[in-house]
C-alpha cells in the first residue's frame, strides 16, 4: 500500500512510529519525508528521514520551529 500524507502535525509521525514499534510494520516498509525550500532553493526538495526498528526517527529537520508555528 502507497499512502501519502502532508501534515505539519506531528501526530502521523507518532502512529507510524507506533506501528513500527509493536511490529505492525516494517521500517524498512515505511518512508518519511522531510519537504523543504527556501529562498536560496525556490524549488521543493525531499530529504528521507530513516526510521529505526523502535519506532523512532533519524534527526527531523526544523521539528520545533514548526511545531511552534503550528500550535
Known amino acids: 500500500m502507497t499512502l501519502v500524507a502532508t501534515t505539519h502535525?506531528?501526530?502521523?509521525?507518532?502512529a507510524v512510529g507506533r506501528a513500527v514499534e509493536d511490529g505492525v510494520?516494517?521500517?524498512e516498509r515505511v518512508a518519511v519525508y522531510y519537504l523543504e525550500r527556501s529562498k536560496?532553493?525556490?524549488w521543493t526538495g525531499a530529504r528521507r528521514?530513516?526510521?529505526y526498528e523502535d519506532g523512532t526517527f533519524a534527526e527531523i529537520p526544523h521539528v520545533e520551529e514548526v511545531l511552534a508555528h503550528v500550535f
Open 49 to 51: 528521514i530513516q526510521v
Open 9 to 14: 502535525n506531528d501526530l502521523v509521525l507518532h
Open 25 to 27: 510494520v516494517k521500517p
Open 40 to 42: 536560496e532553493m525556490p
